[in-house]
């Protein structure tokens, strides 16, 4: 079970070594910008409504970060480890959680573990802690992951590797950190996850782990590792999908997954992260952008933004050598550096992340489909049995305003239009006469109008 400050977390996520302008390729170490220069982002963060900054890898690696080197030290074009100490002072100050990316499925090919296995063939005491294959000559093949060749692969069977993960994760949550992401932990079998997991909880009990899973068994997964949660890639592919084909009937039938998993556990959900195509580059006209906005912040779930797509930033993942670098963008030195182009994206989502934290029972709510059609969808919202609102808002040291109060009976309207014209969804008069909390939306005699490319929340 999750802990409970999960519930009121919204988390912006962050790519640093692309957001400081560190060189990716690793032929420039110099730092330019180090994690203490996040600290004048902090209050957009928190301004914009999230609760903890999610960071991308931050441990000393060759390049782009999950190639590791050292789990111990922060990389050294971002600094020293006095930086991420003032990063960690300066979010805990605003009440904001911090999340770090733990890359333990593979290291890069420099790593001293591993090139001390190959200087000293099988019987090295590092040898057991990688996916090595040794020949006759006592020479070694290194499995790779997914084969990349520049990340090899640790052996999840050594105790070793687990000693490793265990002892990197406790270190870093004694510095402050809250929350972890473990990158590629689906090709990490289950069972390292359960002998590493009561460990550091076991240490450090409030720490919440989500694991990075794009296809299988989320659930299964889940149960078996003792990971708290899961990427919801599914929802995440149905939601840009289904809008930019103008096809609900997609998106709608993913929901009802999303659903069932609700009842294990609460995934991970987003429309953007440092992997995927911007969901402003994935959507031809900008305007469904709100849309997916609105299903993330409406749909049960703990929600990431991605930093830059609160100012629709625009980027394309292709699969070259330097395909990330266009999703992963320097920003400037501080938030007054971005075009005031961005400011109608940055207060949409202002007001869609508010209307989520003043209802957190929306972390596990369910959804019931009133109205389904290509280009139309109305869904309600209401809270999941057993769910509470103390009306404190979380733990996070943020006001929130409004009165929820009890979550019993209260319930929230979706309604989403995406054709250029408008349109009316069938309501019945219940519905019809709540008032209209976000967006645009007429009640009529036939039901709800929405305007061209509309959408609203009621409650």
């Given at each position: ?47 914009l ?53 733990g ?5 890069g ?14 019987q ?34 050594s ?32 069972d ?9 909880r ?15 068994d ?10 708290d ?60 952008l ?29 699969e ?45 709510a ?16 209401s809270?999941r ?75």
């Amino acid at each position: 079970m999750e802990p409970e400050w999960v519930e009121h977390s919204i988390w912006w996520h962050l790519y640093p070594l692309g957001f400081l302008g560190a060189d990716p390729t690793g032929a420039d170490r110099t730092p330019g910008r180090t994690l203490a220069d996040l600290v004048p982002w902090l209050d957009h963060a928190q301004e914009l409504g999230c609760s903890g900054i999610a960071l991308g890898p931050i441990f000393a690696s060759s390049t782009h970060g999950y190639d590791t080197l050292d789990h111990f030290a922060i990389d050294e074009r971002l600094g020293t480890e006095a930086d991420f100490d003032t990063f960690v002072a300066a979010c805990h100050e605003r009440g904001l959680r911090i999340m770090l990316d733990g890359v333990f499925n593979h290291v890069g090919r420099q790593h001293p573990d591993l090139l001390a296995a190959l200087e000293g063939g099988p019987q090295a005491p590092t040898a057991g802690m990688f996916a090595l294959e040794w020949d006759e000559h006592g020479r070694a093949s290194i499995g790779d992951f997914e084969g990349h060749d520049l990340l090899a692969a640790l052996d999840h069977g050594s105790p070793q590797v687990r000693r490793l993960v265990t002892d990197v994760m406790t270190r870093w949550c004694a510095k402050g950190v809250d929350a972890w992401r473990l990158d590629a932990a689906y090709a990490v079998p289950a069972d390292f996850w359960a002998g590493v997991l009561p460990a550091v909880r076991e240490a450090h009990p409030e720490v919440y782990v989500v694991g990075e899973v794009i296809h299988g068994d989320y659930v299964d997964i889940v149960e078996r590792s003792g990971m708290d949660a899961v990427t919801q890639y599914e929802l995440w592919k149905a939601i840009w999908s289904g809008l930019e084909e103008r096809n609900l009937y997609e998106t709608a039938w993913t929901m009802g997954r999303h659903e069932e998993l609700l009842d294990r556990f609460v995934p991970w959900t987003f429309v953007g992260n440092h992997d995927v195509t911007r969901i402003a580059s994935q959507l031809s006209d900008e305007r469904m952008l709100a849309h997916a906005l609105l299903l993330l912040l409406t749909l049960g779930g703990t929600p990431a933004i991605y930093a830059g797509d609160e100012h629709a930033f625009r980027g394309v993942k292709e699969e070259r050598e330097g395909g990330d670098d266009e999703i992963r963008p320097p920003f400037p030195d501080t938030p007054e550096g971005l075009s005031s182009l961005g400011e109608p994206t940055y207060h949409l989502h202002q007001e869609l992340i508010g209307l989520r934290r003043r209802h957190p029972w929306l972390h596990r709510a369910r959804h019931e489909q009133r109205h389904l059609a290509n280009e139309q969808l109305l869904y309600v919202m209401s809270p999941r049995e057993g769910a509470t609102d103390d009306g404190s808002g979380g733990d996070d040291g943020q006001s929130r305003d409004g009165d929820d109060g009890a979550p019993g009976g209260e319930r929230l309207v979706v309604a989403l239009n995406l054709a250029d014209d408008g349109a009316v969804l069938p309501a019945d008069p219940e519905i019809a006469g709540l008032p209209v909390l976000a967006g645009q939306a007429e009640a009529t005699e036939d039901g709800l109008l929405l305007p061209p490319l509309g959408w609203a929340v009621l409650g």
